[in-house]
DNA sequence: TTGAAAGCGCTAACAG
DNA sequence: CTGTTAGCGCTTTCAA
């Protein structure tokens, strides 16, 4: 195998564990000796076995993070951030894609569980009772959605999808339809919830959807008919999927149809018309999702979402 | 802590070793005795710790993924097939960022060393002799890069941008662009290579840039003067902020100028006008690199590429 | 400030 | 088929 501690320590003529003492408590040692040790360490090639490390410490220095699906644009951002501010603190992160599958999700927590410090769960379709039970077993935080008693880090797609629905609103529409996410999706609950308390517009809810393009591709013929000026769309991808099915019927956006997205994805700021959408401070959440864990503070933190007007909403036809 | 070997074994009357073996060596072991020490195990919410385990086997059933930047669309696809090969195979994957730096790639790849049964080097910046000499201290495999005598993944990009010079030749351009990428990329180089070889078409190359939408963006204007009808960038993201440079120069794509991508990402999928772009098996590449590492075999794979027609290419103002 | 010794949870010979 | 034993690489008392 590699090389141990017991080779520093011979090398360098002093005890093992004084070797241990350099690298996890330097303070303790002799200013020398800990430059003899290093020096050696760093001439060997020496890097302490982390899972030997955690066996006795009952730490690992590893985070989960578990996502829906990989894919889905909205995670990278996530995740990438999520990684820089585990890095930053010397932790590794392991990652997982459920395929939006709850048993695959719980599989994943239970076989992370030994070995990491905390998990990550990003809009997990688990329900309220397993997440609950499983926290027993193995620190987590959850983001995008909100449990009582859990650790948090939600967006607050609420004053989001208000902002989106004042945006139409101001713009003369009167009906719009919310074209929703997955049935287990905490975020669309709470867009829907928003939107239908929303005055001054009539909303018809279409869903649930899978929160992919082809999702929305698939109700587009049903939004056509719906006879509604104005969409709100579970994220950009669903957005833009539909804004392929309304073209193929042609119906134009936004010339006939509004629509806005969720997320701000690069996909969504890079498609023409460019999406107006509901910016997600997803780096924020991984960022913050990591730090809770790695402070082990348990916190509901909410994070501010922001309306981006692009070009893919405009006042409805006959309004000036 | 929470529940050891030691506790199923004594709570199913056997010894720790035999219950050792229930897991990790079924076939020795009595079906009676499985089964109930399985029972038991699944009542106590028993599960292995591999770190335990893997200081005994030396092996960690972890594998490590190392990306330029999880960002980039052309990485999220790959990271999915590989954590799925991986999981499929009762491996976990760690996932790091080097945000295109070198430095920060070897430190990665050190850092993983004692946690991982081997990495996933996806498009490496380090220099051949750097990878070479880390290839001594952990196994790994080259995606998008290649080293004789290392284990390497790579799509044949070279082949890809031939078939994209042949589109663009055999709709009549003649005089054409490469964007290409990042310097230290080996596919960029790949690709600079088969465009210059190209006949019957003369080349421009321009770069390197960075292989973002803002790199596109940023040669829009030398592209523009370049006196050139087409145009192959080094990835849909490059292809874009050319294309959005270049409109708002008032040249159109593919009216004045046909623009071509690689990766054919979701991105340039959805993106208006739709990208031709040479479609790159990351999926597939991903997959591969984790199975070869997990067979720890040694392999030079190449994946095929091929062009994928869309909407940003057509022939030049006057050729009908 | 350093050394000695025990032990983290598990596996792998080796006996029986 | 099952129990015994030793030990993986490291940290952590406890003494010196």
Redesign the pocket.
């Known amino acids: ?2 090389v ?3 080779d520093v320590a011979q090398a360098s ?9 350099t ?3 330097p303070h ?7 430059t003899r040790v290093l020096a050696v360490a760093e001439q060997l090639g ?4 982390r899972a ?2 955690s ?4 730490r690992t220095n590893n985070i989960g993070l578990i996502v829906a699906d990989l894919a889905n644009p909205f995670f990278p951002p996530l995740i990438k951030a999520a990684q820089a501010a585990a890095r930053r603190q010397d932790y590794h992160l392991f990652v997982a894609d459920t395929d939006e599958n709850p048993a695959e999700e719980e599989d994943l927590v239970l076989a992370f569980s ?1 070995q990491v410090d905390g998990i990550v769960l990003c809009s997990p379709r688990l329900s309220n009772k397993a997440l609950e039970k499983l926290a027993k077993r193995v620190p987590f935080v959850l983001v995008n959605r909100r449990i009582r008693g859990l650790t948090t880090v939600v967006m607050d797609v609420a004053q989001g999808a208000r902002a989106a629905m004042e945006h139409l609103a101001g713009l003369g529409h009167r009906r719009v339809a919310l074209v929703s996410g997955p049935s287990g999706s905490w975020t669309s609950g709470e867009i829907r919830k928003a939107v239908l308390e929303t005055p001054d517009l009539e909303t018809v809810v279409i869903g649930p959807n899978s929160p992919t393009e082809e999702g929305g591709l698939a109700v587009a013929a049903q939004v056509a008919e719906a006879g509604v000026t104005g969409v709100l769309a579970y994220n950009d991808l669903v957005a833009i999927g539909l804004i392929e099915g309304l073209g193929a019927l042609g119906v134009g956006v936004p010339g006939d149809i509004s629509v806005i997205g969720f997320d701000d994805s690069i996909t969504g700021r890079l498609y023409r018309p460019k999406l107006t959408t509901v910016a997600m401070p997803a780096g924020d959440a991984g960022r913050m999702a990591v730090d809770l864990l790695v402070q082990s503070m348990s916190a509901a933190t909410v994070l501010e979402t922001h309306l981006v007007v692009r070009e893919s909403t405009a006042p409805p036809k006959g309004v000036p």
Do not use: D, Q
């Open positions: 195998m590699s141990t501690i017991r003529g002093v005890h093992v564990s004084t070797v241990s003492r690298f996890s408590a303790l040692v002799n200013a020398e000796t800990r020496y890097r302490p076995n030997a490390r066996l006795t410490t009952g030994k």
